[in-house]
């Protein structure tokens, strides 16, 4: 904090000028540095709307300490000049004067003065005119008295080179009076003190403004990641419906549960190379229900249970390959099997976790994400059940369109008799992924910003919480 | 689901009738299909190679319609105009018949030999008569072969079609297999003959056929299809022989399919007779032709087998969720091409299935097909009385509520792939790939999905190594997956639950990896101490830097590792500073 004097006295100047006042000036009305000034300025700012500042740039040419030497004894050529007598004077001798060698050589191209080397006794200096004109200094002087702008650019960039004047550039503020204008200063305290509160001080004291519009200091904390965040979402919402989770912590799982017992025929191009992660270790699934993989491999190849089968020869060499399952359904079916060993009741179950496939990767596809999957299992279901809830689930998510986003349908019979439902009992499913609605809701256009090792932590720091429903 | 491309005034043409594009979308829509786009050859040829090559282009409206996977006879303009007619009662669906030889003649035969048995064993065969091609029809016919190839043919590798003009070749044909370097003909549309070995070296490079190659390309034997007198009418399922090849006047086609699946090829054989007998002099007639097996079999194709459904009403109404009356869906059904009568008894009605619709092959198809009919839109929304009590998986509901404490604990929550490089889960932890105990993926396309991850610390270090920029210290944390191989499990492998934490600073921080795994113990309701409780004790591993490193055992049980990582590992993820980790397994607290 400048000295309240100094300051009392700034804003006193302030006080009597309309329109404010430059800083420069102030600093020559009252005999300071601008410095100074400026750090007055710096510490009224700081009281609040005592003045409102502007700041100002401004270049000007000032002399240097050579500069000013030249304004005060003339030029080097000058006082080599009026050094010489009449009579000359030996070189050796002029050289030895402070301008001597400068001078010299900038009087002889003036044509100021001669050399005799040949004189007798060795060279001597004569002038050749009577008097000179000392442009150097009078140009200096004009700069001197503040009137540089009588000087060409070109002048003062020779002057500038022969390294007699600087350009300098100085910044000074605009000061005018603020809102809350006074010629008296309050010390302002910074914070409320335990002091303050211990004595009762804070009643006489002053406090300085807070800044409003800077941003606070960032909680120390760590993050939730959004697409989990979107995850705990979609598990409250069927959790909410009536839904029980499903165990999907098997990522291995054989193209027997994956594919055969959904009634996905062998040939099906979705159990390609190109489309289905396998396993080379371990290679085979070992264990079926033999009685139910039976049922399976009828239904398949020869049909049953009101079908036609697809009739081909089906092969339990490709129902024991393993893979990345490439779809939740394959829990689903395990599911519904066990649910079929025992006396039916009615059930309902999702799930979300993780599937894979072997795909062409792009901005939208990873070869894992998350599906997410609903299942009812009850007598008597209908398409219009599933409809209604359908409608009732993505209410819930607050976006209709999101149907678009997924795929809904009711379990094939070729399905569920075998594995042992009664023959009345529907069971309709949908699923979709937990990638795509979250980025919708996050406004991310490619998936690898939002899952993998890649993604920004920043995003993750700075990630809304999820409210599907707003 | 594939998609049709028909021009949209020849459609217009055969449907008797304009629409506006909104109008036949919502006609599309009604009948269980989606017109997906309009366009012209000249918009795609200038969308997918510039404006310049679609200078000369037809600006022809297409229309490109989704057609259901397994609606084979939506392939082309002649189905789908046939289906929709129909479908709007403007047409009684056709009945396709098989007949004799009109003069009295023998039909077309066909003799399998037992060598085919090895690579393709089955063939059907067929013969359209009289057939009136305009350039348009021939170009569906065509194209519908190649829509049929691409998808209930599987790409050729089930079913392969050959269709040849009959009057340039004398049955009865035989269709056999043989040693490459013994077939020779010349190919459809090429100037001189080659082997088959030749040819196959030729169609490497042809941006079509080299897909098919590797169907029999292995084998010691290829099938191949001749007439009485040795001339080669295919090799399926790569090549026709350009002796028999149609034209837009050929009157009289021969029709075999070849293939590995039987039920396959007889429908493929069902779908192109039933499209183009419309052309023949009598239309939807097909002459049959005779199939010889090895064994001296004798099969009469096409089947063209009409098989009849009965179901009542109530079943319909019931799975739908609709109340009509057995006489309106009746009518509902016949619109789908499932003529369909009340029988009479109760509400039982007779649903006939045509050969053209080999996707139904139970009674949910067609109930399918009456909800479509009726109108998805008009089906009222409801909910299912189904009473059931919610319950979380254990497993997940712990892993939710520890997620939300680590956050809290300061840690941010990272999200990992489960597929990663062997180097991964090995070299670069400093482990052996055999000790992993890692499940191994066949056919990854890249490094990047060779195994599943047996540990959650390689995704959070290469987290750390995509973040190095942000400030530190970098505390992340992951509860998730790994896979371990398992031979008690079905499978042979498990899912392990677990809870994996790295600190990055330039301090390793073990005090701070130390202070979090007994904040997740104080979460878990764990006391300090050796029998009922938890410890830590020093132990050696080799991710770890040698003394830095200690096994956590809880109840006694060993449930991971915490500890200063190896500065080799901390290289090898191309991280700078020190960083100690924890990684446990959260099943025991269950």
């Known amino acids: 904090m400048a000295d309240t004097g100094l300051l009392e006295s700034l804003l006193r100047l302030l006080e009597k000028v309309d329109g404010g006042t430059d800083s420069q000036d102030v600093a020559a009305d009252l005999g300071v540095d601008h410095q100074v000034i400026v750090g007055a300025v710096k510490s009224l700012q700081a009281l609040g709307e005592v003045i409102s500042t502007e700041q100002k740039s401004s270049k000007h040419w000032e002399l240097t300490g050579e500069g000013r030497e030249i304004a005060e004894q003339g030029s080097h050529e000058a006082r080599v000049f009026n050094a010489i007598p009449d009579e000359g004077l ?31 006794g060795g060279p001597r200096v004569f002038k050749t005119v009577e008097t000179i004109e000392d442009t150097v200094r009078d140009k200096l002087q004009l700069v001197q008295k503040g009137q540089s702008a009588k000087l060409e650019d070109k002048e003062k960039n020779e002057l500038k080179k022969r390294k007699l004047l600087s350009e ?166 395990r599911m519904l099997y066990k649910l079929a060993q025992q006396k039916f009741t009615p059930v309902k179950y999702f799930s979300i976790d993780r599937v894979f496939r072997n795909e062409t990767l792009d901005a939208t596809h990873l070869a894992e994400f998350h599906q997410i999957e609903g299942v009812v299992a009850d007598y008597g279901l209908t398409l219009g059940n599933l409809m209604g809830v ?81 | 689901m594939p998609t049709v491309s028909v021009k949209r005034d020849l459609l217009f043409e055969a449907l008797g009738q304009k629409y506006t594009d909104e109008e036949f979308d919502e006609l599309c829509f009604e009948f269980g299909l989606e017109l997906d786009e309009i366009t012209s050859e000249k918009e795609i040829l200038s969308r997918e190679q510039g404006d310049e090559k679609a200078a000369g282009a037809s600006d022809v409206v297409l229309y490109k319609i989704d057609v259901p996977a397994n609606r084979y006879d939506l392939l082309c303009l002649e189905g789908l105009v046939r289906g929709l007619q129909v479908f709007k009662e403007k047409l009684e669906a056709p009945r396709y018949k098989r007949v004799s030889p009109a003069d009295g003649g023998e039909p077309q035969r066909l003799v399998i030999t037992e060598e085919t048995a090895s690579v393709r064993p089955h063939a059907v065969a067929a013969v359209l008569r009289n057939i009136s091609f305009t350039q348009e029809r021939y170009e569906s016919f065509i194209e519908l072969q190649e829509k049929l190839h691409q998808n209930i043919c599987r790409k050729r590798t089930l079913v392969a079609i050959g269709t040849h003009d009959l009057d340039t070749i004398s049955g009865p044909f035989t269709y056999t297999a043989k040693p490459p370097g013994d077939i020779r003909f010349k190919p459809l549309n090429q100037s001189k003959e080659y082997t088959a070995a030749e040819l196959m070296s030729h169609y490497k490079t042809d941006s079509h056929l080299r897909h098919y190659l ?94 009849t459904e009965t179901l009542s009403g109530d079943f319909i109404n019931k799975r739908v969720g609709i109340n009509e009356s057995a006489e309106s869906i009746a009518q509902l059904l016949t619109r789908m091409c499932l003529r369909s009568e009340v029988s ?93 105990r890692a499940v191994h993926i066949s056919n990854p396309k890249t490094a990047e999905f060779q195994v599943v991850r047996t540990s959650l ?73 050796r029998n009922q409780g938890y410890h830590i004790q020093a132990a050696e591993d080799s991710t770890f830097f040698p003394g830095r490193c200690a096994e956590i055992f809880s109840c006694g049980k060993s449930i991971g590792h915490l500890g200063v990582l190896h500065p080799d590992v901390i290289s090898r993820f191309e991280l700078t500073m020190p960083c100690s980790a924890i990684d446990i397994d959260i099943e025991p607290f269950l």
């Not at chain 1, 002029?94 to 191209?109: D, H, I, W, Y």
């Not at chain 2, 052309?279 to 063209?304: H, I, K, Q, S």
């Not at chain 2, 371990?484 to 499990?489: A, C, V």
Request: aromatic share 10%.
């Open chain 1, 90 to 120: 030996p070189q050796n001798e002029l050289m030895k004067m402070p301008s001597g060698k400068v001078g010299f050589s900038k009087a002889m191209s003036n044509k100021w003065i001669r050399l005799d080397k040949a004189h007798e």
């Open chain 1, 168 to 333: 300098v550039t100085v910044k000074s503020y605009w000061i005018t009076k603020g809102s809350s204008f006074s010629t008296t200063i309050t010390k302002q305290e910074t914070e409320l003190t335990p002091e303050m509160i211990a004595s009762g001080s804070w009643k006489e004291k002053n406090f300085k403004p807070y800044n409003f519009e800077a941003m606070g200091v960032a909680p120390d904390c760590g993050h939730l990641h959004p697409l989990m965040k979107v995850r705990t979402q979609f598990r409250q919402i069927f959790l909410e419906m009536g839904f029980t989770e499903m165990p999907t912590n098997n990522f291995i799982e054989s193209s027997f549960w994956n594919f055969d017992s959904l009634f996905q025929p062998q040939q099906h191009p979705a159990r390609d190379q190109h489309d289905t992660f396998f396993i080379s270790d371990p290679a085979l699934a070992h264990e079926f229900p033999q009685d139910y993989m039976e049922r399976v491999k009828k239904v398949h190849s020869e049909g049953g249970y009101g079908s036609q089968g697809y009739k081909y020869d089906w092969k339990i060499e490709e129902a024991q390959k393993n893979l990345l399952r490439t779809h939740t359904t394959a829990v689903s079916a």
């Open chain 1, 390 to 470: 359908l409608h009732q689930f993505f209410t819930k998510l607050g976006l209709k369109k999101w149907v678009e986003v997924g795929n809904s349908g009711v379990f094939r019979p070729e399905m569920l008799l075998p594995m042992g439902l009664p023959e009345g009992v529907s069971v309709i499913a949908w699923g979709l992924s937990l990638e795509r609605p979250t980025m919708i809701k996050y406004g991310i256009n490619n998936i690898r910003e939002l899952v993998g090792h890649k993604v920004n932590l920043q995003m993750v720091y700075d990630s809304p919480i999820c409210r599907l429903d707003s």
């Open chain 2, 214 to 307: 590797h169907i029999i390309e292995n084998e010691p034997l290829y099938p191949i299809i001749y007439d009485s007198n040795g001339i080669v009418l295919s090799m399926p399922p790569i090549i026709n022989g350009d002796h028999s090849k149609i034209s837009l006047n050929t009157k009289n086609i021969f029709i075999e399919c070849t293939a590995t699946d039987l039920t396959k090829a007889k429908i493929t054989l069902d779908m192109i007779v039933t499209m183009f007998s419309e052309y023949c002099d009598e239309p939807f007639t097909v002459e049959e032709a005779e199939v010889v097996y090895p064994d001296g079999r004798l099969c009469v194709y096409p089947e063209l087998a009409y098989r």
């Open chain 2, 344 to 436: 009479g008894e109760g509400d039982l009605i007779q649903v006939e299935i045509p050969p053209m619709r080999a996707d139904v092959i139970h009674a949910c198809d067609i109930m399918e097909d009456a909800a479509i009919a009726h109108g998805f839109n008009n089906i009222v929304r409801s909910t299912p009385r189904t009473y059931t009590v919610a319950n979380q998986l254990p497993l997940n509901k712990l892993t939710e509520l520890l997620r939300q404490d680590l956050a809290a604990a300061g840690f941010t929550e990272a999200l990992t792939f489960a597929l990663c490089s062997q180097e991964d889960i090995a070299d670069k932890l400093r482990k052996n790939i055999v000790e992993t």
């Open chain 2, 457 to 529: 610390l390689p995704g959070l270090l290469k987290t750390l190594a995509a973040n190095r920029k942000m400030p530190l210290p970098l505390k992340l944390f992951e509860i998730s997956d790994v896979v371990l191989k398992d031979e008690t499990k079905d499978v042979g492998a498990r899912n392990n639950r677990r809870l994996c934490a790295v600190y990055y600073n330039k301090s390793p921080g073990f005090e701070v990896i130390h202070g979090l795994l007994d904040r997740v113990m104080q979460l878990l309701d764990v006391k300090p101490g």
